[in-house]
T-cell receptor, first 108, second 115 residues
Framework: AQRVTQPEKLLSVFKGAPVELKCNYS??????LFWYVQYSRQRLQLLLR??SRESIKGFTADLNKGETSFHLKKPFAQEEDSAMYYC??????????FGKGTKLSVKP | DGGITQSPKYLFRKEGQNVTLSCEQN?????MYWYRQDPGQGLRLIYY???????QKGDIAEGYSVSREKKESFPLTVTSAQKNPTAFYLC??????????????FGDGTRLSIL
């Protein structure tokens, strides 16, 4: 079965603290994984994808096939990082399979 | 930014009524998708289309219908058979068909409520 699990509904950290949003997946083939972000009153947008191995807005995510994880990390959270974050897995038909999302709240 | 336009932003449905949500894209993308977003549920796939005049059911297609007569348009009809239509609906598009490394681009969404 193709599935994405984000175990935390809400993650609250203080500004400057490290943050890690967890994502685990279930997929029989070679996975393609993404992190999407939805800021308040804005459309859902791509944050990063594992295939690019890039860092966007200070966020990184490493695909760990052994642990079937794709956790999103940032060493020093900023208030503007507060948003809803979705981990997504590309399905066999090009569609995206989303996790239920984690709401990140960064307090001043 | 442009690219994908969903309308209307808010929509109200009376019992027994069919309503249609519009999704238009000017990105020349082949593939288009409809998702339903509910609180605590994430996004779930309703229908998708990889090419004009072809579409496939997603995970929660019951009570919905779509058409893909033009490359740039992928309207979603919420029929009276959908007993719980209140949700936020997101349309997305992607370059290329089938497998590929291109990300999906999303519209602003339509919020549907029952009167």
């Amino acid at each position: 079965a193709q599935r994405v699990t984000q175990p935390e509904k809400l993650l609250s950290v203080f500004k400057g603290a490290p943050v890690e949003l967890k994502c685990n997946y279930s997929y029989s083939g070679s996975p393609e994984l993404f992190w999407y972000v939805q800021y308040s009153r804005q459309r859902l947008q791509l944050l990063l994808r594992h295939i690019s191995r890039e860092s966007i807005k200070g966020f990184t995510a490493d695909l760990n096939k052994g642990e079937t994880s794709f956790h999103l990390k940032k060493p020093f959270a900023q208030e503007e990082d507060s948003a809803m974050y979705y981990c997504a897995l590309k399905g066999s038909q090009g569609n995206l399979i989303f996790g239920k999302g984690t709401k990140l709240s960064v307090k001043p | 930014d442009g690219g994908i336009t969903q309308s209307p932003k808010y929509l109200f449905r009376k019992e027994g009524q069919n309503v249609t949500l519009s999704c238009e894209q000017n990105l020349n993308h082949d593939a288009m998708y409809w998702y339903r977003q509910d609180p605590g549920q994430g996004l779930r796939l309703i229908y998708y289309s990889q090419i004009v005049n072809d579409f496939q059911k997603g995970d929660i297609a019951e009570g919905y219908s779509v058409s893909r007569e033009k490359k740039e348009s992928f309207p979603l009809t919420v029929t009276s058979a959908q007993k719980n239509p209140t949700a936020f609906y997101l349309c997305a598009s992607k370059a290329g068909t089938g497998a590929g490394n291109q990300p999906q681009h999303f519209g602003d969404g339509t919020r549907l409520s029952i009167l």
